[in-house]
């Protein structure tokens, strides 16, 4: 790789075309036969040794954009054109040689690329090449390393992968070929940190389906140091030895600034505790001693005794590093710590987060936060949280967030709206010890975690993260929304790769990675754990469904194939024929379900119930979604027959809607949701969250 | 055009790429230097009036995959080069002479084209050419005919309208051409009917952005009776003179098969009537004669007055023609056909709608239906919907649906659930005489209708559907929802015109081409109505909003920018000021405003409403969305204050959304939409809401 070396040594930015691709063939790349030459007359016998048709460019250092320079001469069938255009070529300011190259056939221009960002490290990119690239914008990133079923994957992810079909009479792209020259540049953004960024554009496929590189440019780090920190992390961060474990069941706990006073949060959290019967030692701590809600406050950390499990601190930003230091003098290990105002704010409170992170260092404490609202884990009756929460309800949802609202607002939505429970919540905060990869490898051993929902605005360790993701996968469904994609790639950047690599992007590449589903709304991080907390995960995208109309049957039939990758699937022929029998003559029954006909004939219960278990019997669905009528008038009926038909076929996701009056889609909430059956007030949100999980198995079930 | 005559007698289905384009260049459409000659002399002489470079094409009867049989030589620049293509292009299987045309520069390929579709008869089409058109699938169709600024509109349709941009040191398309050119392909196809399609692909854009027609095929009619009926009607239809007027303001109404059982249709619909207090005279015929409801009822028709306004039949299908006929005889010209059992169901269905409609015309009355739910119209106090529907509550928006949810569930679902109102509401049914063209027009006229929402799934005559509602929406909010958009363009077409030509593509260009907004989900029809029904259309897309949480925020704006063409507005220097006097210092308040810590500070309302109320006075902020937290022990406000910066700021959206415990959730709705202040129950909501609103008035104030 002594290109690269040179142009280094010379104080270029970039290796040119020639040497590019010099240096991917010997990596095994497949390039089209070219030559370097001089002169005109060795571009002829180039040519010659190549075979006609051949192409001619021209080359100097500082020519990028050859093809706008009219730099370019295609498709040179004789001697002759080679000797005009070579010299036409040469006479262009800057062309100081003549590269020489086979003419490749096929229509097909695809591109790879490598980046290497200053967060996530080396990302390697597919996606759609030629000129065209910046207009189409379809691209696909993951970061390095890449597994040949990643390079496979992102390849099949590209929004136009119709083009990699059989085309004009061309053969179907090797896709192969491409994903082992994707774990190339993976490979090579690895081992060479002074590569910052390959473009492979165009990778013309051939009529064949062969990929071959047609053209290349390498751009080289000026300074080593100042890009790339993300991969230094996977060789050199130690991983502690301590599990979270005593985080989520502690035998004794601390509150340091424990307070007397009702309303303000070191209140709270005394409160909260006692609220979810929590079954260890509590301890409290306030300079002024006395009692607080009926428990002895010790006046000072000293006092306390020694070993405590976990210490909650509720003072200010100030005092934490003093605070930790005491607490850890007496033999405390784990703390939790709330207070605001570190490097979320400004410069101080990025000093004090430094020393707080020095001294978390020296006495090898583990640390949730700072600027955290604290944790919750219901099956050990505890939180830390201090906003007025009441008895948490629990369950075997599992969230790792990166704000507060799992500890504030949106837990009490949870838990007096939606009717299911959680196991672990644990708000992140700043992050400065325990981040969501080692909560994620936690909540992925728990027993009590089911399903693990993640708000992240940030990813400390790319790679870890996508490591455990991958693990934690294949045995749980895991779902994350990730706030804040704002960078934009840079348009000015030298490289199409750098051009096309948005933040947005690389998040996509890897949360498709680490096998996760991505959820794009807030609210699908309750819709959605909801329907998990009731219901399994659907095998399969084959949606039945039934309404009380037609107009309601047509729009989501087409929402469920164009929207929402779902099949309203083909039933059975022993299903069409239980549906006929429960219906009139004249109505050819199918999926979907136009139910009302027969709800007219038999009652809405009995034409709901009988039309509910035949899809429910039926081998070619999925999951059942009924849309009810609820109006005073057509009667309501007791709706105990959803909850049985919920019960007698576990194994089948069952989701309730309605339309008609609102106290009766209200009343079949509270019954059908603490029995188990969820329920979604537009009628489209059955149906989105059930694409959301159908996605969430296909991630589940990737190599 | 002779040449498609001549096609025509000679039994071809195509006219070619020379004839194609002397025809379409005789239109006026730019297309490239060419000459058709037979023999290799003539090709170098031809090349040589065009000047070199060149392209060569095989031509023939049959030809139609050129480049595929490796029947174009391309960039051929001397004699001796046409020469040897030449020679070998003729001796290509098929060929019989050679197209010699100028080598057109410019890399960019358009495409535009024209089709007949059975239903929506002439379309023309314009997107991405070349190749790659099935694969990028970027196409745009509008119904003929066009004006220049349908044209220009459908340009700037495209997905990638990037590409019109300049683009690698070529200037910018000259979209005033191309939109010539669609406007020529308009004309052609109201004017040939012979002609089935036409494709011009590529179009290229030389380097100076104009555009060329490099290649075109035209596809003509064997059967000129076979395709072709939409564009009968604009001609052909003559248009009744009676308005609807009648329909919704009936003075005296007869219900034909009033039932004295409850639970009957035929007493429902009475029942309706008396709970919406109508003022004018009603009469009731029942064989069995009695009273119904306390009324009298006349056992035949015979009995009824002379003269009476509107019949409302709810006797079975097969007395459809009887009814009819008689009440026409007693003087009644306006029907409501309830019945279903006509075309929807079968074959013999179908006679006897044909039968119906016979008499409708013979007698010349006017009828909805048949298979309607009925129509209502609150100014007058009136419904013939035979769902009970208890007292439709009065308000200002009107639907057009081809469903009858809005004369049952859905309106129950409206009047007790979302605090709004209606003024006309018609269920079309089979549209055997009144379809969704004439009910626009009147509603468009109605100054009790102050926004339209429409559920189609069909449009009988689309051209006069066009006409009517560009001109009802520069007056006022339409939207529509289109059901069962699923057939397919034919991927056997010919031509890649009729290969692209899907329902739901054309049904795009339709919509678009009325200035209508379109929807696709069914609980929009809903909430958008409830949120116009309260407030004002938006004037921009800049929205402000306030959250309690960082992750909402950081969430919503990733949302608002991404998905939905909302801005989140710079806000005006006096309110960043006013916004920071409320705040804790080190926040740096901005848009969105993160409101919590000010809420600590100053309480929830004063917090609130100071930033709404700065919100409210921004010019940069054209709707304002505040997301409120509600829970007992953070303590929940009395609401007045939103109503009363909804009172005093009439002229901006406010949408309120919140999170929290759902009784003060609900709570919130509950007093706020009585009041005319509009809640969204999941925080995305009142954002998608404006998103669409957004679109409607951007449609509105369209050319």
Redesign the interface.
């Known amino acids: 790789m002594d290109f690269i070396t040179d142009a280094l040594a010379q104080g270029r930015r970039t290796v040119n075309e020639y040497e590019a691709k010099q240096l991917l063939a010997g990596r095994g790349v497949p390039v089209c036969k070219e030559y370097l030459v001089s002169a005109v007359d060795e571009a002829v016998s180039a040519a010659e040794k190549i075979g006609f048709p051949v192409v001619l460019k021209a080359s100097g250092s500082g020519f990028f954009h050859k093809?706008?320079a009219g730099g370019v001469a295609?498709?040179l069938?004789r001697a002759e054109?080679v000797k005009r255009e070579g010299g036409r070529l040469l006479k262009i300011h800057g062309a100081e040689a003549l590269l020489v190259q086979e003419m490749v056939g096929g229509?097909r221009e695809l591109m790879c690329g490598l980046i290497r960002d200053p967060h996530y490290g080396p990302c390697v990119m597919f996606g759609l090449g030629g000129?065209?690239t910046?207009?189409?914008e379809d691209v696909v990133f993951h970061l390095a390393p890449l597994t040949l079923a990643d390079a496979q994957q992102m390849i099949g992810e590209i929004r136009?992968r119709?083009?990699l079909e059989p085309?004009?009479?061309q053969a179907a792209v090797d896709t192969d070929e491409i994903a082992r020259v994707l774990m190339t540049l993976s490979e090579i953004g690895l081992e060479r940190r002074e590569i910052r960024s390959i473009d492979i554009n165009p990778l013309k496929i051939r009529r064949d389906g062969k990929p071959i590189a047609v053209d290349a440019l390498i751009g080289v780090n000026e300074d080593l140091n100042k890009e790339g920190p993300a991969e230094v992390e996977t060789a050199a961060k130690k991983e502690k030895k301590h599990s979270l474990e005593r985080f989520f069941a502690p035998e004794s706990v601390a509150v340091i600034g424990a307070s007397a006073t009702p309303g303000k949060a070191g209140h709270?959290v005394v409160k909260n505790i006692l609220a979810n019967d929590y079954r260890g030692e509590l301890y409290l701590v306030n300079p002024k001693g006395g009692e607080i809600l009926g428990l002895p406050a010790a006046s000072s950390i000293e006092d306390l005794p020694d070993g405590i499990d976990l210490a909650i601190v509720m003072t200010p930003a100030d005092t934490a590093v003093q605070v930790v230091s005491d607490c850890a003098a007496k033999g405390i290990g784990y703390f939790v710590l709330a207070a605001g105002?570190f490097s979320e704010?400004?410069e101080s409170g990025e000093s004090l987060q430094k020393e707080l992170a020095d001294v978390i260092a020296r006495t090898g404490v583990r640390t949730i936060g700072p600027n955290t609202a604290g944790h919750t884990s219901t099956p050990h009756h505890f939180t830390s949280g201090f906003?007025?929460l009441g008895k948490i309800p629990r369950g075997y949802i599992s969230y790792i967030?990166?704000?507060?609202?799992f500890a504030?607002?949106?837990m009490?939505?949870i838990a007096?709206?939606e009717h299911f429970g959680v196991a672990r919540v644990i708000g992140l905060g700043n992050k400065i010890d325990i981040d969501e990869t080692e909560a994620l490898e936690y909540m992925g051993n728990d027993p009590e975690t089911k399903a693990i929902f993640l708000?992240l605005?940030n990813i400390k360790r790319p790679r870890r993260f996508i490591e455990t993701a991958r693990r934690v996968s294949r045995m749980k469904p895991v779902f994350m929304?990730k706030?804040?994609?704002?960078r934009e790639g840079s348009q000015a950047a030298m490289t199409h790769t750098a051009a096309m690599a948005s933040d947005?992007r690389i998040t996509d590449g890897l949360i498709s990675q680490a096998r996760i589903t991505r959820l794009?709304?807030?609210?699908h991080l309750v819709l959605a754990a909801k329907a998990l907390a009731m219901m399994p995960l659907p095998r399969g995208n084959r949606v039945g469904f039934l309404a009380?109309?037609?107009?309601?049957l047509?729009?989501?039939?087409?929402?469920c194939?164009?929207?929402w990758g779902l099949a309203v699937g083909e039933l059975e022929e022993k299903t069409l024929k239980r549906l006929q029998e429960i219906s009139p003559a004249?109505i050819k029954m199918r999926n979907p379900v136009d139910i009302w006909p027969s709800a007219l004939l038999h009652g809405i219960e009995t034409s709901y119930r009988e039309a509910i278990e035949a899809l429910m019997n039926d081998r070619n669905i999925d999951a059942v979604v009924p849309i009810l009528?609820?109006?005073?008038?057509?009667g309501v009926p007791p709706l105990d027959f959803l909850v049985e038909l919920a019960r007698k076929y576990p194994d089948k996701p069952l989701y309730v809607s309605s339309?008609?009056?609102?106290?009766y889609?209200d009343g079949a909430k509270e019954f059908l949701e603490p029995r188990g059956v969820p329920t979604f007030?537009?009628?489209?949100e059955p149906f989105e969250v059930l694409s959301i999980l159908n996605r969430c198995r296909m991630n589940m079930e990737r190599q």
């Open positions: 093809t706008d295609l498709n069938n054109d229509d000129i065209m910046e207009v189409f136009h119709k083009l085309f004009r009479g709270t105002g704010v400004d906003f007025p967030t990166q704000t507060g609202n504030t607002h949106t009490r939505y007096t709206a708000y605005e929304l706030g804040g994609s704002t947005e794009y709304d807030y609210s009380p109309s037609g107009a309601m047509v729009v989501l039939s087409d929402i194939a164009g929207r004249y009528m609820l109006t005073e008038d057509v339309s008609g009056e609102k106290k889609m007030p537009l009628i489209e």
